[in-house]
Every structure is written in structure tokens, then in C-alpha cells.
């Protein structure tokens, strides 16, 4: 929070609005009101742009259900309505939806006013006083848009301070300087947005960006240093093309590497990301900045060696400072210390040579292309540490075909002691032809396999298609001495047949002790008493 108007720049978030225009969003009037009471009353950002005039019926009706909103909130000054060079229309559009603040598009290039329009700069000066003084009748307040300011003060710097010296005689709020084609570098925006606090010092100027070359947060950084007493942004940079600058970004940059601060709560970034992604469908990369999944997550191990030891990978991007937590992700780069840091937050203490089992069985998946998360850490150690000791029986390879046309069929190769079988099956599904190959396989051994009684699956929260799968499955009725096995794995099949190769190992060995005995004694004892075990 700034101590002082000197320290202090504003946010004005045009999310619902400049947003809007990404491919393929569009609103409901319900989503905007969600995101707009998110952005003014939990993120707190200064203002919001949540509509353009015209439009449609239901752009209409989206603009009044946030302006009753904030009328009864005491918050109808921060919302902004996006407005044309139209005579009266779009002030009466906005006073039809309870909008008391008008955005004026105007053309900030020369060449954009001559070309597009087909005007004279007097001639659009006149028309742009026009909506202006109307706009004063009926209680309107107005702020100016300079579309392509950019090119324009570039440009022709004479047509810029044509517009702005009109514009400030008209006593508009304030007067906002895009950069629409996001052309500028930060070094051009310390000359231009520069020149223009140096000619119009009392003018109240704020900088809209847009990110075509990546630049966005760092265009905003370098116009606040150069007097921008406001910026423009978007909720997860949504716009046209690269889309605008980044509200997390931005303000992010502003605490960490400017003297300026700014009302935004920090701390709600992350949620608000997350609704907008929901709403549009659009997602967040994985690497952005400050809401991306994987930007807290420590995958090396040296790095989680280092957070232990004193956090030596940490930085003023403190993952708690945004309501997130660091995570270490634990795959084939893994170490001991990434392992401890998600046991310590399941509340868990291994054995050293527990610990080295599922370091190991961490580290095999990781070759696999897996990476391992805190939630599917419970189905390894239950996995690696519900396993038996020896495995006698193995299933060296498998292969399962399934398709749409086609009658599932599987082969299946068992290594048991000395001996190597293959055979082949088909099935009423994939699983089902891999059982009834393995049956023929085993068959030759002696290995007399239980009744499947039931097979369960679980994936951990959050939906990923990536998830671990823990598949669990019963064997024989509990009457017979039934048990169960379980397998993890990337891939359903996969952990299927782990569970049932543990299956093999419990009754392999239990038939092995019963031939011995029955040789030794010629007692005739049940196996599956047996197998009263679980893996």
C-alpha cells in the first residue's frame, strides 16, 4: 500500500472488456459480474473496463448488472464503459445501463485519423468536443482513448499535441496513451510517454499496452518511471493477438522494481486467474509468471537440497506472498531432499531403505516421462512398500490391442523359476483378453490362479489425464482366504497388470511350499488357505 500519492499508480483492469476480444470468448452477463466483484472488491484493483457500447442486447445486459451492482457497493465510479465518436449514442447507452463513466475512443495517429476516418484532424477534434460536452450534460465523466498513440507521437508528434491540449481545455479525467500494435520497446517508452509528461506535466496520463513482442510488463514498468500516474491490464494478458499486459505481471514488477505501489491484493492473483480460466476456457501456460502451475514447483534436486539447507532457490517471488505453496516435483531428476520435502507435508517418516525404494520407484517413472506429484505420492509408497519381498513370477511382456472394429486380443509372455511361456487370447475387453492369455501361459506351470472378485480404480484430485492410477484388485472370495493386490502406474492397463503379477507371486510360492510338503508327508493341504496375504 503506497504511504503517498507520489508512490501510488493505479490498475485499471479491461479484463471484460479489451479481454474480451481474444478469439473466441464471450461472457455471460453472470461471468462478468463474478469477475468484475473479483477484480474491484477481493483483487482490488483501482478500476475496471467492462464493456463496449452498441454492441449487443447482451453486452447491455451484462454492463447493467454490474452497475446495479456497484451502485449498491459505492463502486459505480471505478466502472468504465468503452465508447465511440457518435454524437449522443453512446452516452445514452451508458446512461441506459447506470454507467456514469465513459471511455472515448479517439484516434491517436494522423494516419489513422485520415485514413480510417477520412477526416481532418479538426474535423474529428470537433466531433470527438461533441460527445464530450454531451457527455457533461448527463453527468457522464470521460476519459480519452489515443488509439495508436504510439505511431502517432512517433510519428507526428504536432497531431498528439493537437489532440491533447483540446482534450485538456475539455477538462477530461484523464487521458490514456495506447500502445495498440504493441510496437515499443521500454527504451521507447521512456522517450515518448517522457515527452508527453514533460509538455503536460499536470495531465493525468496512463499507459495501455499490448504484449506482440513480449514486452508488455516491462512497456508498463518503463512508463510509470516516466510518469504514468495509471496502467492497463488483463486478467492472465487476454487480448487481441499476444494479448494485453498481465495484471499479475505488472504488479508484481511495480512492488519488486519501482519505488511505486499499488492497492492490488497480491495474495488473490492466483484465485482470479484460475475463475477467468474457467470462464473463457483459455489456458494459463504452465510457466507463466506468477499463476502458472509448475512456477513454484522445484523439479532438480539440488534445488530442493539447497531450499533445505537454507532456502537457497528462493526469491522475492515468495509463492506464499500470492496464495500459492512451493511444491517439488519429484521424477528422474529427483534427490533424497525432494522426496523429503512431500513426505514432511504428508506427515510421513520412512525407513532409509523404505526411502530408497520409492526414490528408486520415483526415479523409474521419471525415465518414463512421468513426473510424480505430492497427490500421487500416497499410491507409490502403498505401491513400493506393499510389494513382495522376491518375485518369482514375471510378466516379462505384454501387448493389448483394442480398437473400435475390432475383438480385443492380447499376448502375454510369463517367465516363472526356468520356465518361459507366451500365448495369446482374445477377450470381451483388454484386460479381459490379457486374464485369459495369462490363464493359458501360467497354465503349463502349475500356477493355479484365483477368481478375480473385484477390481477397483482410483486417480488422485484433479483430473489430470497424466495422473498416476492406482488400480486395485481382490482375489478369491473372503471365505477361500481371498486378498488383494495393487498397482500404480501412468497408464490403467499398466497398474492392472502389476496387481495381477503380485497376484501370481502370493500363490506361485504358496503352491511351491504345498508340492513340498505334500511330497515330504503325502498330506493333501488346501492352498488357499494359503494366500490369506495382501500386497
Known sequence: MAKNSEQFVSIMDTTLRDGEQTPDISYTPAEKLQIARMLLAEVAVDRIEVASTRVSQGEADAAKLITDWARKADRLEQIEILGFCDGKKSVDWI???????????????????????????????????????????????????????????????????????????????????????????????????????????????????????????????????????????????????????????????????????????????????????????????????????????????????????????????????????????????????????????????????????????????????????????PMILADVLDAPGRSVVRVESYRVCVGSDETPMAEVTVRYADQLQTASSVGDGGYDAFMRALRKAVQPMGIEMPQLTDFRVRIPPGGRTESLVETRISWGSEEEGGFSTLGVDSDQLAAAVTATEKMLNIVAPSRITQNTKSAKTSKTTSPKKTRRRSA
Open 95 to 377: 446512461t441506459q445501463v447506470g454507467g456514469t463513466v465513459l471511455n472515448l475512443l479517439t484516434k491517436g495517429s494522423e494516419h489513422h485519423c485520415r485514413t480510417q476516418l477520412r477526416a481532418t484532424p479538426e474535423a474529428h477534434l470537433q466531433k470527438i468536443e461533441e460527445v464530450i460536452r454531451y457527455a457533461r450534460h448527463k453527468k457522464v465523466k470521460v476519459n480519452v482513448y489515443l488509439e495508436d498513440w504510439s505511431n502517432g507521437v512517433r510519428q507526428n508528434f504536432d497531431y498528439v499535441a493537437l489532440l491533447v491540449r483540446a482534450l485538456l481545455r475539455l477538462e477530461v479525467e484523464r487521458i490514456y496513451l495506447p500502445d495498440t500494435l504493441g510496437v515499443f520497446a521500454p527504451n521507447d517508452i521512456a522517450k515518448y510517454f517522457g515527452a508527453m509528461v514533460t509538455a503536460w506535466p499536470l495531465a493525468h496520463f496512463e499507459y495501455h499496452g499490448h504484449n506482440d513482442y513480449g514486452l508488455a510488463t516491462a512497456n508498463c514498468l518503463s512508463a510509470v518511471q516516466a510518469g504514468a500516474k495509471g496502467v492497463h491490464t488483463s486478467v492472465n494478458g487476454l487480448g487481441e493477438r499476444a494479448g494485453n499486459s498481465r495484471l499479475a505481471e505488472v504488479v508484481a514488477a511495480l512492488h519488486d522494481h519501482s519505488k511505486f505501489r499499488t492497492r492490488v491484493d497480491e495474495s488473490r492473483l492466483t484465485a482470479l486467474s484460475r475463475v477467468v480460466e474457467t470462464f473463457t476456457g483459455k489456458s494459463v501456460a504452465l510457466n507463466a509468471p506468477i499463476v502458472g502451475r509448475d512456477v513454484f514447483t522445484q523439479t532438480a534436486g539440488v534445488h530442493a537440497d539447497g531450499d533445505a539447507k537454507g532456502d537457497l532457490y528462493a526469491s522475492r517471488l515468495a509463492p506464499d506472498r500470492f496464495g500459492r505453496k512451493r511444491r517439488y516435483a519429484l521424477g528422474k531428476l529427483s534427490g533424497k531432499a525432494s522426496l523429503d520435502h512431500n513426505l514432511e507435508n504428508l506427515g510421513i517418516t520412512l525407513a532409509a531403505e523404505d526411502h530408497e525404494k520409492v526414490l528408486r520407484r520415483i526415479i523409474e517413472l521419471g525415465d518414463r516421462k512421468h513426473t510424480v506429484v505430492l497427490e500421487d505420492l
